[in-house]
């Protein structure tokens, strides 16, 4: 038993170690530095594509009778 309380404590102290404030606070930041930072112009940025792409793909299947020419006004 004497020699595996050592390791056990090892052990242990190095598994705090990894999931202190310290190490989940770097692995926050860095992950909102690398995913999350830029999110709101990147999801404005898409919505505005995926409007664009939806009107001109319902543009071209609108027959030319019924719908009016964006183009002109």
């Not at 404590?9 to 999350?36: I, K, M, N, S």
């Not at 898409?46 to 792409?53: E, G, M, N, P, V």
């Amino acid at each position: 038993m004497e020699m595996v309380k050592p390791l056990v404590t090892r052990t242990r102290d190095r598994w705090q170690w990894l999931w202190g404030p310290g190490a989940v606070q770097g692995f926050v930041q860095t992950y909102y530095e690398d995913h999350l930072k830029d999110l709101g112009p990147r999801t404005q940025a898409w919505l505005q594509s995926s409007r664009d792409q939806l009107l001109n793909k319902t543009h071209s299947l609108c027959p030319r009778l019924l719908c009016r020419d964006w183009t002109q006004g």
